[in-house]
């Protein structure tokens, strides 16, 4: 069994929130889908592309997911519902040119008997908490992690690098979206949090790791997060899925 919990807020600087999310848990199979996007090109393109993506992955994900089906197949259910929606976020500019220009990264969970599968493209993240710590799992598509990975700046010096902003992979730019995909056992109890960069830029791993698991109600424990982000300038929007096996 998998429990959920949500959050978006508009953050302290932005006019608009271009973030979105989704979550489905069958009630038979208690299967869970869960997707979290940050969308980029204006306001009403940005809120657009990320809400196309929401759910349209969704939609694809729910038609054909099956408690039988391998991880496997499930990180090929999950990356061809990620190329679903880059077709739908691009359709859409072909209908409006006022959009040109928009898109949306993707993060998404969804679970299966013994963990889950993560999508990620762009750079909202993917998480996995226990209560011996808090491992990333997602990789970012973005310039700093590029210079990171390459060893010209640390992981800290990417957090307020002037480009950090700057990411390489998106939905909705290219008529091709490439994505990754990771499988991930989990323990009963075990949690994974789905963000967008705007609780990265302002609420350390360790913070994470540690309000999730000091707070019963996990509710809390997501707003206390924001809080945080909050108290440190939040100056994009901020966005949290949280699910836990039970």
Not at 26 to 45: E, H, K, L, R, W
Not at 71 to 78: F, G, K, T, W, Y
Request: charged residues 25%; glycine residues 8%.
């Amino acid at each position: 069994m998998i429990q959920t919990w949500a959050m978006t807020d508009i953050g302290l600087v932005r006019r608009d929130n271009q973030d979105a999310y989704g979550v489905n848990v069958d009630p038979s199979t208690q299967q869970a889908i869960c997707v979290v996007c940050d969308g980029m090109g204006g306001a009403q393109g940005g809120a657009l592309a990320s809400r196309i993506a929401v759910d349209t992955f969704l939609q694809i994900v729910k038609e054909t997911l099956a408690p039988e089906m391998e991880p496997e197949e499930i990180r090929d259910l999950s990356a061809a519902a990620a190329k679903a929606a880059n077709a739908a976020i691009r359709d859409a500019v072909a209908d409006n040119a006022t959009y040109r220009g928009m898109g949306t990264t993707l993060v998404a969970a969804v679970s299966y008997e013994e963990g889950v599968v993560v999508t990620n493209v762009g750079d909202s993240r993917a998480y996995h908490i226990t209560p011996g710590g808090i491992r990333r799992i997602s990789k970012d598509h973005s310039l700093v992690e590029t210079l990171v990975d390459r060893g010209d700046i640390t992981a800290e010096e990417a957090r307020t690098h002037p480009k950090r902003n700057y990411i390489t992979r998106a939905l909705g730019p290219e008529p091709v979206a490439l994505c990754d995909g990771y499988i991930v056992p989990m323990a009963l109890g075990d949690f994974i949090l789905l963000c967008t960069d705007g609780l990265v830029s302002t609420v350390t791993d360790q913070e994470m790791h540690e309000e999730i698991y000091r707070s019963e109600d996990r509710e809390q424990c997501l707003e206390r997060l924001l809080e945080i982000s909050k108290q440190n300038g939040a100056a994009d929007n901020v966005t949290a899925v949280l699910l836990q096996k039970r």
